[in-house]
């Protein structure tokens, strides 16, 4: 049964770095596309990154494209989300999963608060 477990999430200042880890247990998904997600209080969840199977062509929301990277390593069955110049609006739980989304693999997420 597949897993996803995120992590590396925290307080930071504004300007700062925070890289995020989403570690899959469980058979290789390495022919699946997968996104970054997340939620800040009071609104909805939204699609932060996305990363594809074969070629890792990537996609990144305006609002975080050329501040934020997304990257995996099929070998680690893990993706990841390197966060630079993080801004207070950045804010919120950020979630993994499939792309598009499994319901079943949604988790608590992991926590990220950019603030002074």
């Known amino acids: 049964q597949v897993q996803l477990v995120e992590s590396g999430g925290g307080l930071v200042q504004p300007g700062n770095s925070l890289r995020l880890s989403c570690a899959a247990s469980?058979?290789?998904?390495?022919?699946?596309?997968f996104g970054w997600f997340r939620q800040a209080e009071g609104k909805e969840r939204e699609g932060v990154s996305c990363?594809?199977?074969?070629?890792?062509?990537?996609y990144y929301a305006d609002s975080v494209k050329g501040r934020f990277t997304i990257s995996r390593d099929n070998a680690k069955n893990t993706v990841y989300l390197q966060m630079n110049s993080l801004k207070p609006e950045d804010t919120a739980v950020y979630y993994c999963?499939?792309?598009?989304?499994?319901?079943?693999?949604w988790g608590l997420g992991t926590r990220v608060t950019v603030s002074s």
């Open positions: 999963n499939l792309n598009p989304a499994e319901l079943r693999l």
């Open positions: 469980g058979p290789s998904l390495n022919h699946y596309s």
């Open positions: 990363i594809s199977a074969s070629d890792r062509r990537t």
